[in-house]
């Protein structure tokens, strides 16, 4: 199993750990936004899930109806991630407003705990997936990331709602099930935060600046090379497929002008480990 998805699988047996302590204790101690936590657990495990799945798929090598590779795979699970996230946050809202008003018994104190579990635990995730999704250049891994980082804050919102509830039951008899509508909001804040992201990737977004400016420069460095007139680049899952417009000296054979833009492809490939191809166009230089 790869790097990627061994991380994914980690992030799959903790939440799913977390969701039942949660579930369970926030029912048992009868406490709103404890419950809400741990549904927003479970929806992580799906999440979890669904980048295995496309961290999986998206290794299945090129063939003849996939020139570009299945990288994209991992982009949809990205944006599968993110749509998910934002539904699971607005029924967690719901269900949480839902429940305003209503008769219920007192919160108890040791719903605290599983809060507290899962904000260690999730903050580490987090800061694990970040490091490895920005290692590999991984949509999927990365949203998964943000996903466990704003667990910790909903972990934190639902630590200062059940607190409320606990040191003044009678001025702060909802803050619980307030806590728990909080808890929804910020999962699906995130939830648009990685549909958007994954989104612009799959419209085929360039990258940032100094991406294209390491290209252009790897590019130049090549003898024989007077400029670079045209320079694309799209994301194809874990890596970049970019086109390159190099100019050369118009009075070069054929042959000649081939040999540069090969070393040109091959220089590029070796010194930028996010690129996963090019494709080479030459044109005489003014």
Same mark, same amino acid.
């Given at each position: 199993?790869?790097?990627?998805?061994?991380?994914?699988?980690?992030?799959?047996?903790?939440?799913?750990?977390?969701?039942?302590?949660? /579930?369970?204790?926030?029912?048992?101690?009868?406490?709103?936004?404890?419950?809400?936590?741990?549904?927003? *657990?479970?929806?992580?495990?799906?999440?979890?899930? %669904?980048?295995?799945?496309?961290? &999986?798929?998206?290794?299945?090598?090129?063939?003849?109806?996939?020139?570009?590779? $299945?990288?994209?795979?991992? &982009? !949809?699970?990205? !944006?599968?991630?993110?749509?998910?996230?934002?539904?699971?946050?607005? !029924?967690?809202?719901?269900?949480?407003?839902?429940?305003?008003?209503?008769?219920?018994?007192?919160?108890?104190?040791?719903?605290?705990?599983?809060?507290?579990?899962?904000?260690?635990?999730?903050?580490?995730?987090?800061?694990?997936?970040?490091?490895?999704?920005?290692?590999?250049?991984?949509?999927?891994?990365?949203?998964?990331?943000?996903?466990?980082?704003?667990? *910790? =804050?909903? @972990?934190?919102?639902?630590?200062?709602? /059940?607190?409320? &509830?606990?040191?003044?039951? *009678?001025? %702060?008899? +909802?803050?619980?099930?307030?806590?728990?509508?909080? =808890?929804?909001?910020?999962?699906?804040?995130?939830?648009?935060?990685?549909?958007?992201?994954? @989104?612009?990737?799959?419209?085929?977004?360039?990258?940032?600046?100094?991406?294209?400016?390491?290209?252009? +420069?790897?590019?130049?460095?090549?003898?024989?090379?007077?400029?670079?007139?045209?320079?694309?680049?799209?994301?194809?899952?874990?890596?970049?497929? =970019?086109?390159?417009?190099? +100019? /050369?000296?118009? +009075?070069?054979?054929?042959?000649?002008?081939?040999?540069?833009? $090969?070393?040109?492809?091959?220089?590029?490939?070796?010194?930028?480990?996010?690129?996963?191809?090019? !494709? =080479?166009?030459?044109?005489?230089?003014?």
């Amino acid at each position: 199993m790869q790097t990627g998805q061994r991380v994914a699988a980690l992030g799959m047996a903790v939440s799913a750990a977390l969701a039942v302590v949660k /579930v369970i204790a926030g029912m048992a101690g009868h406490s709103t936004a404890v419950v809400a936590d741990g549904l927003e *657990s479970t929806s992580d495990v799906f999440a979890s899930g %669904f980048v295995l799945l496309g961290l &999986t798929l998206a290794a299945i090598p090129a063939d003849e109806n996939h020139p570009y590779g $299945h990288g994209r795979v991992e &982009t !949809l699970t990205g !944006l599968l991630i993110g749509l998910l996230l934002t539904a699971g946050g607005a !029924l967690i809202s719901y269900i949480s407003v839902q429940s305003l008003g209503q008769p219920r018994e007192a919160v108890a104190g040791f719903v605290i705990y599983p809060l507290l579990a899962s904000l260690v635990a999730k903050a580490a995730l987090a800061a694990s997936k970040f490091r490895y999704g920005r290692r590999l250049k991984s949509s999927a891994l990365t949203a998964d990331a943000w996903n466990d980082a704003m667990d *910790s =804050v909903s @972990a934190v919102a639902a630590l200062v709602a /059940v607190g409320l &509830t606990l040191a003044a039951p *009678s001025r %702060f008899l +909802e803050a619980d099930r307030y806590g728990g509508f909080v =808890v929804g909001l910020i999962v699906v804040t995130t939830g648009i935060r990685v549909a958007y992201d994954t @989104a612009m990737q799959l419209m085929d977004t360039m990258p940032g600046d100094d991406f294209m400016t390491q290209l252009r +420069e790897v590019a130049r460095s090549q003898p024989g090379v007077r400029g670079v007139e045209k320079c694309f680049a799209r994301k194809t899952g874990l890596k970049y497929h =970019v086109d390159l417009h190099l +100019e /050369v000296d118009p +009075e070069m054979t054929v042959r000649q002008s081939h040999d540069i833009a $090969h070393q040109v492809r091959l220089r590029i490939l070796e010194r930028l480990d996010w690129v996963a191809d090019v !494709l =080479v166009h030459v044109e005489p230089s003014p």
